[in-house]
């Protein structure tokens, strides 16, 4: 599968976006697309607040029902370029 450079930023800055929200630093926890969110320290809460950011930095909606089937960073990335593919 080839990532284009839009995606590549997109994980780049969620990934960042999760690290400073665990608020550990980038030595003690480096997400990877296929880091688990749970895993990483997100819970439901800091998650809909990660969510919430992105929504806001992307200006873009992201629904309830779309949460469900997030397992992994690249998951929540995919979700965000999938969503971003849909602006006019």
Known sequence: ???SAQ???ILEIITQE???F???EADE???TAESNLADIGLDSLKFMSIVFKIEAH???ELQEEDADDLRTV???ANLV???MGELP
């Open 18 to 20: 999760i690290i400073d």
């Open 1 to 3: 599968m080839t990532v």
């Open 58 to 60: 992307y200006e873009i």
């Open 81 to 83: 370029a999938g969503r």
């Open 22 to 24: 665990v608020k550990k």
């Open 74 to 76: 690249g998951d929540l």
């Open 7 to 9: 995606d590549s930023e």
């Open 29 to 31: 926890v480096t997400p």
